[in-house]
């Protein structure tokens, strides 16, 4: 059974930084893509990062560039998204998602087979 475990969400001040954390079990993704989505209260989840297991390449949406990176740990078989920067935009469930294929498709959430249950990431101004 694949089991996606994230941790590390909290409540943050605007301008603090966060480090997210993704634990996989039940299987490796080394070819395929591993990503986190957002959600906010009433509004749809969004793709926030992605990063392709066998290259490393990694992708971002533009509200994150440049104050999220995502990496991963191929020995703990973990993905992580250090957040820096932290605004009141950027409070919601955060999800780790990852599916065995590195489709050149990674922004949707219909591109992934797996999804963890959501750390939430809370901050205030």
Known sequence: QVRLVESGGGLVQAGDSLRLSCAASGRTFRYGVMGWFRQAPGKEREWVAAIRWSSESTYYA???KGRFTISRNNTENA???????????DAAVYFCAADPHS???LRTVGDYTYWGQGTQVTVSS
């Open 79 to 89: 993905v992580y998204l250090q957040m820096n920067s932290l605004g009141p935009d």
């Open 62 to 64: 533009d509200s994150v």
């Open 103 to 105: 489709t050149w498709s």
